[in-house]
């Protein structure tokens, strides 16, 4: 049942690069995508919801043009974590759900998390 | 969405049964007790949920108050595997809504 995988597992990024993180859900369409961020010891923050097609919403407090996201398919979300920084290092995971169809071992009205980004910049 | 309060960490003996509490004193009549795990450096996996009745599936039992303030999570054989930060969160039934993630429950089971 439902898969969402997230690439790279793992980045190192020197600071004022940019880093791109792509989510997919691998057996499923996604109409939904929801981009969290979590420091060490602390619990997940959500930062922007993603819906197909349409612009991200994004939450309070995180800019919009440095945490670029791009859902431009039901199976891909990508985030763009522009002129990266020390305080950018974190753990991003995404989750995605779908409104299109319902699978036949999977209730519909779960999300589905991918493992997670670690990103460590320099 | 509800706030939840959890204990943040409890320990379990492995093989024993493991029963994490939570509050959600605060919880409207269409919301519902949503279980999510978090093992290290991992993403979120979904445990269970539940409305009012008590539910049960492969991974774990729910056990939701009459008053529905409040509920427990059992896992009943825990595991070394089980040991992760558990998160309890109250939210209507639609999963197009976002999570909101509190402290959770930091979960360590000892052999």
């Known amino acids: 049942g439902a898969v969402v995988s997230q690439h790279p597992s793992w980045v190192i990024c020197k600071s004022g690069t940019s880093v791109k993180i792509e989510c997919r859900s691998l057996?499923?369409?996604?109409?939904?995508m929801f981009w969290y961020r979590q420091f060490p010891k602390q619990s997940l923050m959500l930062m922007a919801t993603?819906?197909?097609?349409?612009?991200?919403?994004?939450e309070q407090g995180v800019e919009k043009d440095k945490f670029l996201i791009n859902h431009a398919s039901l199976t891909l979300s990508t985030l763009t974590v522009t002129s990266a920084h020390p305080e950018d290092s974190s753990f991003y995971i995404c989750?995605?759900?779908?409104?299109?169809?319902?699978?036949?071992?999977?209730?519909?009205?779960?999300?589905?998390f991918g493992p997670g980004t670690r990103l460590t910049v320099l | 969405d509800a706030k939840t309060t959890q204990p943040p960490s409890m320990d379990c003996a492995e093989g024993r049964a493991a029963n994490l509490p939570c509050n959600h004193s605060t919880i409207s009549g269409n919301e519902y007790v949503y279980w999510y795990r978090q093992i290290h450096s991992q993403g979120p996996q979904y445990i269970i949920h539940g409305l009012k009745n008590n539910e049960t599936n492969e991974m774990a039992s729910l056990i939701i108050t009459e008053d529905r303030k409040s509920s427990t999570l059992i896992l009943p054989h825990a595991t070394l595997r089980d040991t992760a930060v558990y998160y309890c969160?109250?939210?209507?039934?639609?999963?197009?809504?976002?999570?909101?993630f509190g402290g959770g429950t930091r979960l360590m089971v000892k052999p």
């Open positions: 989750s995605a759900f779908s409104l299109l169809g319902i699978l036949s071992s999977v209730s519909y009205n779960e999300q589905f």
């Open positions: 057996d499923f369409q996604a109409t939904t």
């Open positions: 993603s819906n197909e097609g349409s612009k991200a919403t994004y």
């Open positions: 969160i109250v939210r209507v039934n639609n999963a197009g809504n976002m999570l909101t």
